[in-house]
């Protein structure tokens, strides 16, 4: 539908446009060493049969980067970034454009007006836009030649991009803007680097039928994409054209400030003037404003520096930008080191060579699944490695030799699935950011439960760094982490309520001691937070502290794991038996179903108060639950906080009538449209039929997830991506899914014949199937042999993947009574012990 070219452009443009867009189509594809996207190719086609003879995939080492398409999640509100990075790169470029309410990443993929490229950014985040500082911004020339007459505000230099134009993969990222201006970039770990393509014409069309001569003008903002900024320099030097400054900004979900800076470098082209800009006025004289340089403050809004280049030789010319959140001096350095020289092709190679490297963990026997599927699995398992990001040597806060990671954001999201896949499929690192996790304990006091541009985001739920923290613990993560100091940091969660719990650690402390669960009309007066939640708060508690429990066992810690495993029965006690699912709607009569049963606030007399059990799902005022709402659940209704016992199942499963009433509970709670998937609540319950004997239906739902939720078409993602809807579809394709802090793993059949995991012992973990149906008809298993033995149960521990093994599943069409029986289910603290 969309037409190729905007309208309202002259036929004139339209054929300088074209060249621009082939060139620069051109110029990309010797470097590629997989097929553009398809769309791209057609696009080209259309415009008059460009010869694309050279890209046929060679496949081999890296072929499994063509199935990453990093536009997923880029509409319908999965703010995921699509832009160029490494794994938990700092450096993160894309085009930021101007549809404020998606642009918590910079990019969406519509058609709103592009405002700048920016080289700092968050992935798939649900609050405010996050990071995009210091954006950059190129005119290919200026209306009557005269630097005054371009646009240098947000506002007004904004252009339209040419449709379809967008190209992303792992380390790359380009697209060609209405203004005959094409952009390429990459990153290395704290720089990005832009290849800036222009017209081969001596006048250019540079807005409506205005024509200018090619002399491109870059100019750099100080802005952010949240437009927090305050204060900040700049300095443009006249001779190099180097420019550096700095900003101090706003954390995009949490208090306090940060500080960035920059040094931006150019080549492939000569300087011909230099300057600032406030708003729209630039000015050949000032070349640096700011107190840094001893002059007032900069004013808010748009402001920066720019550089007007006479017409480049080749039609292209680069821009380096190196990042510090430290110094000037420091983003120099990052760029120098990185980056020497200017080598765009080199460091695109590095890029993809690192992801490859990382990717390539997992090996999957490709055969028969078809395409969608091969790239929603890639794309996602792509995804759980951008955040978070590797910040090590760049903290401002405090100095120490430990790694320090950020845009742990948030740890109630990544707790569930990415952090388990990490563990598993990049070990080395997950120990760094535990490291760092106990670091930050060590420097402000407190495990961060949310975290971003080093200031403590709000804390959603419970103190879920403590299940990060025990799950890492109990799959024997050891490198350089003193476990010591980190079960003194969960311990700190568990019983010292920190000034003010709304950033970090747990509030209503003495209440949830003394009471065993979070009274609804509790006033703590000890100290500040919000006293809401009370449900989720209680039973997300006791799972942490039932976590902290099996790394006490583990430290021979036996009084505390005592006290613990007590704690985590707190559950119990905001299970109302009498609470029914049924209200009266004025104009709909009676609402519910049969069930009746479960979690609700409670008052400090033991009464239960009511909360509607749907408020909050996608059936019943789905928006009221939010960090700063009243009620006692948060983003999410009672009804799916009752599933949320991991500790003990079994228990849960006797309050809830048993067995079948309990698989009957949780059908209808998949089909009834209560469950939202696009939050991370809902992984787990679409495997706990594992623990009422069904393992069956955990893989009938995850089948109709996967693709109807989760696909690779750009909206494929239900919700914010958070780096854990992409873990949760990994998860889901190879065929097991982690109870996160616990050593236990449920297990379905692979989406694939085969999937290979690399051990920490230098072995294969291997899962194949036997039977295996590409059309998913035949998804049960029918029976199991781990290591050519017999296997019934249906979950598996961590010693699989840590020591490898060959686990083979048969497969067929109908539910068999593989995995159903007691002794097959998962552990339950009232059933069972385990050996952590
Ligand atoms: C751009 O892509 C959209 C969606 O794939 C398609 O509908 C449209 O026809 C494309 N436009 C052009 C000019 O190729
Ligand atoms: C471009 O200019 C033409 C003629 O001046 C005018 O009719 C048209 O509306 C303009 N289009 C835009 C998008 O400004
Ligand atoms: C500058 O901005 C004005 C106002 O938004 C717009 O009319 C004009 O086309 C822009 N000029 C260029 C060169 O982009
Ligand atoms: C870190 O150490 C350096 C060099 O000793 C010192 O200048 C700096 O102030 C220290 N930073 C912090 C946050 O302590
Ligand atoms: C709350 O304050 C009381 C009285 O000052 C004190 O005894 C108690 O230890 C405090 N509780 C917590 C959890 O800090
Ligand atoms: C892909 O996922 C999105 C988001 O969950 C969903 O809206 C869409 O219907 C799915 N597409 C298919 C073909 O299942
Ligand atoms: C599978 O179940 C269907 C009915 O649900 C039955 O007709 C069919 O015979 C079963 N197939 C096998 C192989 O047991």
Same mark, same amino acid.
């Given at each position: ?115 700048? $490229? *920016? ?18 911004? #190129? ?67 540079? *807005? ?53 800076? $920059? ?61 510090? $959140? ?163 940091? #969960? ?82 006690? #905001? ?32 009464? $239960? ?228």
């Amino acid at each position: 539908m969309a037409p190729f070219l905007t309208s309202g452009i002259p036929r004139r443009r339209r054929v300088f446009v074209i060249a621009v867009l082939a060139f620069f189509i051109w110029a990309l594809l010797p470097i590629e060493s997989f097929n553009p996207p398809r769309r791209l190719v057609n696009s080209v086609m259309m415009m008059g049969g460009l010869e694309l003879g050279a890209s046929s995939p060679p496949g081999g080492r890296e072929s499994m980067l063509k199935y990453v398409d990093p536009l997923i999640g880029t509409v319908n509100g999965g703010h995921v970034f699509p832009g160029a990075t490494l794994p938990y790169g700092m450096a993160k470029a894309v085009a930021d454009v101007d549809n404020w309410a998606e642009i918590a990443a910079g990019f969406v993929s519509d058609t709103s007006k592009v405002t700048g $490229f *920016s080289h700092l950014h968050d992935s798939g985040t649900g609050g405010s836009p996050s990071l995009g500082n210091f954006p950059l911004f #190129v005119h290919p020339g200026c209306p009557n030649d005269d630097h005054l007459n371009c646009n240098y505000s947000g506002a007004t230099r904004a252009v339209e991009r040419i449709a379809n134009s967008t190209v992303a993969r792992p380390g790359y990222f380009s697209i060609a803007l209405s203004n005959s201006v094409g952009y390429e970039m990459t990153a290395s770990m704290h720089t990005t680097l832009f290849r800036i393509n222009v017209p081969d014409q001596g006048d250019i069309v540079v *807005s409506n039928g205005t024509t200018a001569p090619n002399s491109p003008l870059l100019l750099l903002d100080l802005t952010d994409l949240g437009k927090t900024r305050r204060g900040g320099s700049i300095q443009v030097d006249p001779e190099t054209g180097r420019m550096t400054g700095s900003g101090k900004f706003s954390p995009s979900f949490g208090h306090g400030q940060y500080s960035a800076y $920059f040094c931006a470098d150019f080549s492939g082209a000569g300087i011909r003037k230099t300057g600032t800009f406030v708003k729209e006025k630039a000015d050949e004289k000032v070349k640096a404003m700011g107190i840094d340089v001893g002059e007032s403050a900069v004013p808010a809004g748009s402001a920066g520096g720019f550089v007007q280049f006479n017409r480049p030789l080749s039609s292209q010319f680069l821009a380096r930008v190196g990042l510090s $959140f430290k110094s000037v001096a420091q983003a120099c350095q990052n760029a120098e080191k990185e980056i020497p020289g200017f080598d765009f092709d080199s460091v695109v190679k590095a890029g993809e060579k690192a992801w490859s490297e990382k990717l390539s963990v997992i090996q999957v026997d490709h055969t028969g699944v078809n395409e969608g599927f091969l790239t929603t699995f890639w794309s996602g398992f792509y995804r759980a490695l951008l955040s978070p990001q590797d910040y090590t040597g760049e903290n401002p806060l405090w100095n120490s030799s430990e790694p320090y990671f950020d845009s742990f954001y948030c740890i109630w999201d990544s707790f569930r699935a990415q952090h388990p896949l990490l563990t598993l499929v990049d070990p080395k690192e997950q120990t760094r950011m535990v490291r760092a996790l106990i670091d930050i304990y060590k420097h402000e006091g407190k495990l961060p439960d949310c975290r971003m541009s080093f200031a403590q985001g709000y804390t959603q739920g419970g103190s879920n760094g403590d299940v990060v923290l025990a799950d890492a613990y109990l799959k024997k993560l050891h490198d350089g982490i003193d476990w010591n100091l980190g079960y003194e940091a #969960v311990v700190s969660d568990a019983e010292i309520e920190p000034e003010d719990w709304t950033r970090v650690g747990r509030g209503n402390l003495e209440a949830w001691k003394t009471y065993g669960f979070i009274p609804n009309d509790d006033n703590d007066k000890n100290h500040t937070g919000p006293q809401t939640r009370t449900v989720s708060r209680t039973v997300e508690y006791a799972y942490e502290d039932f976590t902290i429990a099996l790394m006490a066992r583990g430290l021979g810690k036996r009084d505390d794991e005592r006290k613990y495993l007590e704690r985590s029965k707190n559950w119990e006690n #905001v299970f109302d038996p009498d609470a029914a699912d049924q209200y009266t709607d004025a104009g709909r009569g009676v609402i519910g179903s049969d069930f009746k049963g479960f979690m609700q606030p409670r008052s400090r007399n033991g009464e $239960f108060t009511y909360q509607n059990m749907r408020l909050c799902s996608p059936v019943h005022e789905m928006h009221k639950c939010y960090f700063d709402t009243v009620y006692d659940t948060y983003e999410g209704s009672p009804w799916l906080y009752t599933f949320y016992v991991p500790q003990d199942m079994a228990s849960l499963i006797v309050r809830l009538g048993g067995k079948e009433a309990f698989i009957d509970r949780l059908s209808y709670f998949h089909s009834s449209g209560i469950i939202y998937m696009g939050n991370e609540q809902s992984f787990l319950p679409t495997y706990q039929f594992h623990y009422g004997g069904r393992p069956a239906l955990s893989s009938y739902w995850l089948h109709q997830y996967i693709p109807g939720q989760f696909n690779s078409s750009i909206n494929g993602i239900p919700g914010n991506d958070d780096c854990a809807m992409g873990a949760f579809t990994t998860f889901a394709f190879m065929g097991f899914f982690p109870v996160a802090g616990q050593d236990v793993y449920l297990l379905t059949p692979p989406l694939f014949r085969e999937v290979n995991l690399q051990t920490p012992t230098g072995r294969r973990a291997t899962i194949r199937n036997i039977g295996f149906d590409p059309m998913y008809e035949a998804i049960y298993i029918q029976s199991a042999k781990l290591d050519g033995k017999p296997y019934t149960k249906n979950w598996i521990a961590h010693d699989f993947f840590y020591h490898g093994g060959l686990l083979e599943l048969t497969l067929g069409r109908n539910e068999s009574a593989w995995g159903t029986r007691d002794e097959d289910l998962p552990p339950s603290s009232s059933t069972q012990t385990w050996a952590p």
